[in-house]
């Protein structure tokens, strides 16, 4: 079992950044992916950003590509998201996941195992 805590959501104006981090129970290495996901309200929960822990392959829905970055620190057992040139329309509840094996689509919340609570961010 993976516990996972994200952290650094709030508010910032248009233009501005925010790092978002996923503290696991585990090492990110105990994980075959981990990502990132945000639902804004009345709409599907949708991957934002993944990556593959041990060969570090990232990849990146195409709204968020060039602005967001998805990185990891084993040693902390942590997962980042590092968010620039926020939008308005980035405005959502994001959450962390993470999957124990290899799953197709990256992006589908069905990849997943193991999931935290989520952070909020507003862009306004």
């Known amino acids: 079992h993976v516990q996972l805590v994200e952290s650094g959501g709030g508010s910032v104006q248009a233009g501005g950044s925010l790092r978002l981090s996923c503290a696991s129970s585990?090492?990110?290495?105990?994980?075959?992916?981990m990502g990132w996901f945000r639902q804004a309200p009345g709409k599907e929960r949708e991957g934002v950003a993944s990556i593959i822990t041990d060969i570090e392959s990232t990849y990146y829905a195409d709204s968020v590509k060039g602005r967001f970055t998805i990185s990891q620190d084993n040693a902390k057992h942590t997962l980042y998201l590092q968010m620039n040139s926020l939008k308005p329309e980035d405005t959502a509840m994001y959450y962390c996941?993470?999957?124990?094996?290899?799953?197709?689509?990256?992006?589908?919340?069905?990849?997943?195992?193991?999931w935290g609570q989520g952070t909020q961010v507003t862009v306004s």
């Open positions: 585990r090492s990110t290495y105990s994980s075959y992916s």
């Open positions: 996941a993470a999957a124990i094996y290899g799953r197709d689509r990256w992006w589908s919340a069905n990849a997943y195992d193991y």
